[in-house]
């Protein structure tokens, strides 16, 4: 019986790609770097800020130039995380019944903490329990380690959670953390790019089917 369900936050629960080209290729800027369109950040993102710039600077880019438009990236995102940021359709009213179900609620992405929880407080406030974002002391997805952690807190054995993401770094985490998992079509890999990725995960393309599958 599922008594906890972990959400991923980019892509599944929020459209932040927007905020996140735009700090991109303000830090990119900032070292005369060219540009990175929309595509190319929606397809950078998943596994965290420092892989997203890695994947955004030009190709054999020095590791002090690297860190240097990283942090720059780091501070603008700070300021301007929400400008463009919104969630998905019917996100909030899936979470409002899921919670008035009586599930436990997290989000674990490997956004920076700070960011997430504020992001969380505006867009989704007294709804979910936990949320784990990126912290020094645990190793990001799709390492299990922020899962396992979340697991713990709410006391409670795997086979009682499930996880939703939208991307295949996504199934890598639910497959390493041994967690039953669904993936979101409407987020940053389109339905025919997770079939190619990820042929065995199962999707849902709506917040409705969503709920649907959970009360069967």
């Known amino acids: 019986m599922i008594k906890a369900i972990i959400f991923d936050?980019?892509?599944t629960l929020l459209n932040t790609l927007i905020d996140l080209n735009i700090s991109v290729n303000y830090a990119l800027k900032s070292q005369n770097y060219p540009n990175?369109?929309?595509e190319h950040t929606r397809c950078s993102i998943g596994n965290g800020v420092a892989k997203l710039i890695e994947r955004s600077v030009p190709?054999?880019?020095p590791v002090e130039e690297y860190k240097k438009t990283l942090k720059i990236f780091e501070q603008h995102y700070k300021i301007h995380y929400q400008d463009n940021t919104i969630p998905y359709s019917e996100v909030f009213n899936l979470l409002k019944r899921l919670k008035q179900e009586g599930y436990f609620l997290a989000?674990?992405?490997?956004?920076?903490?700070?960011?997430a929880v504020l992001l969380i407080e505006k867009f989704f406030p007294k709804v979910f329990d936990i949320i784990q974002g990126d912290v020094p002391e645990l190793k990001k997805?799709?390492?299990?380690?922020?899962?396992?952690n979340?697991?713990?807190?709410f006391g409670i054995q795997k086979d009682e959670c499930l996880y939703i993401g939208d991307t295949n770094v996504d199934e890598e985490t639910a497959v390493n953390s041994g967690l039953d998992y669904y993936l979101v079509t409407y987020g940053y890999r389109t339905k025919d790019e997770l079939k190619e990725m990820c042929p065995k995960a199962k999707t849902v393309d709506t917040c409705e089917e969503l709920f649907n599958l959970l009360k069967r």
């Open 59 to 61: 190709e054999n880019t």
């Open 150 to 153: 979340v697991i713990s807190r």
């Open 9 to 11: 936050l980019d892509g």
């Open 141 to 148: 997805k799709p390492d299990p380690s922020m899962i396992n």
């Open 107 to 115: 989000v674990c992405t490997n956004k920076l903490q700070d960011v």
């Open 36 to 38: 990175r369109d929309l």
